[in-house]
């Protein structure tokens, strides 16, 4: 689903179809070194300290908190008037 990945073969050393395919110049100047922060569609750097749960879930789940938190105070003012 989804993401799609390749298992590569160790057996040899580097599988010459996965990483080791591009050359090291290749690598550095097309965006190579975001390859290690990204895993199945996550940025590690951002995923597991976020508690493993997507960016755009967090930044979901922080709207409808504030919002309820909006309709709590607004609750609450309206009837102390």
């Not at 057996?11 to 990483?19: N, Q």
Request: net charge negative; charged share 15%; with cysteine.
């Amino acid at each position: 689903m989804g993401s799609s990945y390749k298992a590569c073969d160790i057996t040899d050393g580097e599988d010459s179809s996965c990483s080791d395919s591009i050359s090291d110049l290749s690598f550095i100047f097309q965006n190579g070194g975001n390859w290690h922060v990204h895993y199945f569609g996550h940025n590690i750097g951002s995923y597991g300290p976020n508690s493993c749960v997507d960016s755009a879930a967090t930044s979901s789940l922080n709207i409808a908190l504030f919002g309820f938190s909006l309709l709590t105070l607004y609750f609450i003012r309206s009837k102390k008037l």
